[in-house]
């Protein structure tokens, strides 16, 4: 009984040795329970972090982290039920066209997303863009949604694994956040929570994303899809590109009216490859070959369309607002230009983020709100030509603000000679 006493925990992942599995459903509970103190917690969190976890241990810890809630189960009544999870980007609203279209095509899709973090957005305060909208559901409303409508995209609640809630904040104090095993059960312990039969996982790599090394990224990828799988969630990954904004448009309500374009067939072709990238590999998960040309009969039909008001409207979004979708932009535009003639080399994307988050369109602070009207379209494209005094953005603010506009054409390079751009989908991992 001593061994699983916090002390002993922590002495022996200071000195490197692998945990057990009583030692780590130990330290979970003592973090939902609030048995362990905050410096206990820190001290298991940083030796976790500067001595690592194998992949036994990470399996255990984000099994003990999801027990740690409420488990929803929800394929034993709903099969072929998918679930998608990003790292986050920068205009990254995959999330939103993928729905609709996989539940068109027979494949009902669960979500428990998140709120913005650092300086990418989140897919739930994109949502909250759509008047009405409602976000808080439990498991019944879950199931009466992917019954009537084929979607349910919720936040995840207090009752989804509450040792992350406790863990993750710690880890924003102790520096411990880039820790790739803490990551991994960080992300799983939610995800796996609603209990989807299949689970595709978009990891990014390049300036905009969580992890910028592709190295790295391509590291979490493997680490995410080695722990799900071995739970028991046939799930593979995507690395993707994110060294630019995904899309035309960043912001909140532009990306649910982006969304709309792509869902009419006007969308930008970089959103609807890996859109239709994703939903080919979560299809393919449970054994359903999703061609691309089915997808486009879903856009070109008008059901994927129709499928996203039809979901909105029964998850509260305004009948008004499902009548007639037009959300609002900020009044002020603002072009940013290139002041030199060359080739676009590079977009400082976290950069970029950030200074919308201070434009307003993002928190600046936990529990702050957002103006979803606060825009950004991107008009450049890596590794395209491009003219003096040409656009590169227009950024859409409630009042002037030059100086944000300077400080935004700060974040792109132009250079002298062609770069190749890189490639939107890099690698599959399964
Ligand atoms: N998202 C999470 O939920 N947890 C992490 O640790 C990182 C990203």
């Given at each position: 009984m001593g061994a699983q006493l916090p002390y002993e925990i922590l002495s022996r992942k200071r000195a490197g040795e692998r945990l057990t599995e009583p030692a780590l459903r130990a330290a979970v509970a003592g973090a939902a329970s609030g048995t362990w103190s905050d410096a206990q917690l820190g001290a298991f969190l940083m030796a976790a972090a500067i001595r690592g976890l194998d992949g036994d241990e990470t399996r255990t810890l984000t099994l003990a982290m999801l027990e740690s809630g409420e488990r929803w189960q929800l394929a034993r009544e709903v099969p072929l039920l998918c679930d998608k999870h990003s790292t986050g980007g920068v205009g990254d609203k995959v999330s939103l066209p993928l729905a609709p279209l996989l539940a068109v095509c027979g494949l009902p899709v669960v979500m428990l997303t998140g709120r913005a973090l650092g300086h990418t957005g989140g897919t739930a305060d994109k949502l909250e863009?759509?008047?009405?909208?409602?976000?808080?559901?439990?498991r019944d409303a879950t199931l009466r949604l992917l019954r009537d409508t084929g979607i349910a995209i919720g936040i995840a609640t207090g009752?989804?694994?509450p040792a992350d809630r406790r863990l993750y904040a710690l880890r924003d104090q102790t520096a411990t956040v880039s820790s790739l095993p803490l990551i991994t059960a960080s992300i799983l312990s939610k995800k796996l929570a609603?209990?989807?039969g299949a689970l595709v996982l978009d990891v990014k790599a390049g300036?905009?994303?969580?992890?910028?090394?592709l190295a790295e990224a391509r590291q979490l990828a493997a680490l995410l899809v080695a722990t799900a799988n071995a739970l028991g969630v046939p799930t593979s990954a995507w690395l993707t590109d994110m060294s630019q904004p995904l899309g035309r448009w960043v912001g909140h309500a532009c990306e649910v009216q982006e969304t709309l374009e792509l869902l009419q067939g006007e969308g930008p072709g970089d959103l609807q490859e890996l859109t239709f990238a994703l939903a080919t590999e979560v299809a393919a998960l449970h054994g359903v070959a999703l061609e691309p040309q089915r997808l486009a009969e879903a856009i070109a039909s008008g059901a994927a369309r129709e499928t996203f008001l039809r979901w909105a409207r029964a998850q509260g979004a305004a009948a008004a607002w499902t009548a007639s979708p037009r959300l609002p932009l900020a009044e002020e535009e603002h072009v940013v230009t290139s002041?030199?003639?060359?080739?676009?080399?590079?977009?400082d994307c976290r950069a970029l983020g950030l200074l919308l988050i201070e434009a307003g369109?993002?928190?600046?602070?936990?529990?702050a709100a957002i103006d979803p009207a606060v825009s950004l379209r991107y008009e450049g494209r890596l590794g395209q030509r491009v003219e003096r005094g040409e656009p590169l953005a227009r950024l859409y603010l409630r009042r002037r603000d030059d100086g944000l506009a300077a400080a935004l054409g700060e974040c792109f390079t132009v250079a002298p000679e062609p770069k190749q751009a890189p490639p939107l989908l890099y690698e599959r991992i399964a």
């Amino acid at each position: 009984m001593g061994a699983q006493l916090p002390y002993e925990i922590l002495s022996r992942k200071r000195a490197g040795e692998r945990l057990t599995e009583p030692a780590l459903r130990a330290a979970v509970a003592g973090a939902a329970s609030g048995t362990w103190s905050d410096a206990q917690l820190g001290a298991f969190l940083m030796a976790a972090a500067i001595r690592g976890l194998d992949g036994d241990e990470t399996r255990t810890l984000t099994l003990a982290m999801l027990e740690s809630g409420e488990r929803w189960q929800l394929a034993r009544e709903v099969p072929l039920l998918c679930d998608k999870h990003s790292t986050g980007g920068v205009g990254d609203k995959v999330s939103l066209p993928l729905a609709p279209l996989l539940a068109v095509c027979g494949l009902p899709v669960v979500m428990l997303t998140g709120r913005a973090l650092g300086h990418t957005g989140g897919t739930a305060d994109k949502l909250e863009a759509i008047p009405g909208l409602e976000l808080g559901l439990d498991r019944d409303a879950t199931l009466r949604l992917l019954r009537d409508t084929g979607i349910a995209i919720g936040i995840a609640t207090g009752s989804i694994a509450p040792a992350d809630r406790r863990l993750y904040a710690l880890r924003d104090q102790t520096a411990t956040v880039s820790s790739l095993p803490l990551i991994t059960a960080s992300i799983l312990s939610k995800k796996l929570a609603t209990g989807a039969g299949a689970l595709v996982l978009d990891v990014k790599a390049g300036s905009g994303a969580f992890l910028p090394e592709l190295a790295e990224a391509r590291q979490l990828a493997a680490l995410l899809v080695a722990t799900a799988n071995a739970l028991g969630v046939p799930t593979s990954a995507w690395l993707t590109d994110m060294s630019q904004p995904l899309g035309r448009w960043v912001g909140h309500a532009c990306e649910v009216q982006e969304t709309l374009e792509l869902l009419q067939g006007e969308g930008p072709g970089d959103l609807q490859e890996l859109t239709f990238a994703l939903a080919t590999e979560v299809a393919a998960l449970h054994g359903v070959a999703l061609e691309p040309q089915r997808l486009a009969e879903a856009i070109a039909s008008g059901a994927a369309r129709e499928t996203f008001l039809r979901w909105a409207r029964a998850q509260g979004a305004a009948a008004a607002w499902t009548a007639s979708p037009r959300l609002p932009l900020a009044e002020e535009e603002h072009v940013v230009t290139s002041s030199q003639a060359g080739w676009l080399a590079a977009v400082d994307c976290r950069a970029l983020g950030l200074l919308l988050i201070e434009a307003g369109a993002g928190r600046a602070r936990p529990g702050a709100a957002i103006d979803p009207a606060v825009s950004l379209r991107y008009e450049g494209r890596l590794g395209q030509r491009v003219e003096r005094g040409e656009p590169l953005a227009r950024l859409y603010l409630r009042r002037r603000d030059d100086g944000l506009a300077a400080a935004l054409g700060e974040c792109f390079t132009v250079a002298p000679e062609p770069k190749q751009a890189p490639p939107l989908l890099y690698e599959r991992i399964a």
